[in-house]
């Protein structure tokens, strides 16, 4: 009795979890629109409802009610279920915060966000493929070389912090920055981090797998309707789960605390300046950025804080 109680509780927290996100999802793309418009000079929506605070429900309802394009000479399976699967593996991403509530908080939370972030490669990888497009099996190579290049500096990054706290656990990144937040400590690293996650979510100056001048729309060119959307939705929670991360990573995650929530929006109001602010960059350098300049950076960092880790308390005998 005890343990049906015990997954009815998981499964009830975790589908208001899932609701939760969706509506942050929502909000945060209204958000991307006003910040935008303000910075471009213009309104942004401003005409449905109060605000144009409904906004996003009703695109919502817009591109679920549309007509479903299905290519004559796609791969119908695959082009059908990449989109369900990029939502849903960037849904599970969410399972590895340790919420203060009865959810499934485990001590390999990084390895589990590790894990996700690498597989969700293969369903951009499947939809530009599936599609039988020229451009959107262009879109998806260039998304798969991007992510794959600054998964490695991105991983290698997250390691230098785990070092500081020789643990897996996302709980032990809380309680280790209770004095002193890790920004503080190591401020270069986590400008690469940060960097790192726009190119790891495939944002602006790093969206070559969008490139709308060059693949009209990227992977999800042949995508309307219903399955664009799923592709949008997956985009957005990654963005918002990124953000998350980052406060975790840099700030330590309070969830008791306000200025953790204001550091949040902070944080995901960033990846929307920089969209307005910066120009895509060439892909040559994108790729010379990661490879020549962040690898290096992060591996003597890595090599630094093992040192410190390690050598340290010996040298104080």
Do not use: H
Not at 33 to 54: S, T
Not at 168 to 196: A, T
Not at 298 to 315: A, R
């Amino acid at each position: 009795m005890v343990n049906f109680v015990d997954y009815f509780l998981i499964f009830y927290g975790g589908l208001i979890l899932v609701i939760c996100v969706l509506v942050g999802v929502a909000f945060l793309t209204l958000l991307e629109r006003k910040v935008l418009g303000y910075i471009q000079l213009r309104k942004g929506p401003n005409k449905v409802g109060y605000l144009g605070v409904p906004q996003p429900f009703s695109d919502a309802v817009k591109l679920f009610t549309k007509e479903q394009s299905l290519p004559l000479m796609s791969n119908f399976i695959l082009y059908y279920l990449s989109p369900v699967f990029n939502l849903f593996i960037s849904l599970f991403l969410w399972m590895c915060i340790p919420f203060m509530s009865v959810m499934i908080n485990f001590d390999l939370g990084i390895l589990f966000f590790l894990c996700c972030t690498s597989i969700s490669v293969y369903t951009v990888m499947l939809a530009g493929w599936s599609s039988n497009s020229n451009f959107s099996m262009l879109g998806s190579l260039r998304s798969v070389a991007q992510t794959i290049s600054y998964e490695v500096s991105l991983a290698l990054t997250l390691l230098s912090f785990l070092l500081l706290i020789s643990s897996l656990s996302m709980m032990d990144l809380k309680i280790y920055q209770s004095n002193l937040w890790f920004i503080f400590l190591c401020m270069p690293l986590g400008m690469v981090w940060f960097v790192s996650s726009l190119a790891e979510t495939n944002r602006t100056p790093f969206d070559f797998a969008e490139g709308e001048s060059e693949l009209v729309s990227g992977f999800n060119v042949e995508y309307s309707g219903g399955g664009f959307a799923l592709i949008f939705l997956a985009e957005y929670s990654s963005i918002l789960f990124m953000s998350l991360f980052c406060c975790f990573l840099l700030f330590g995650g309070s969830f008791g605390s306000f200025l953790f929530y204001f550091l949040l929006g902070f944080v995901s109001f960033l990846w929307i300046w920089v969209r307005g602010t910066l120009p895509r960059f060439r892909y040559d350098k994108l790729m010379y950025l990661a490879w020549k300049s962040f690898l290096p950076v992060s591996l003597n960092y890595m090599l630094f804080f093992l040192g410190v880790k390690f050598f340290l308390p010996l040298m104080s005998f």
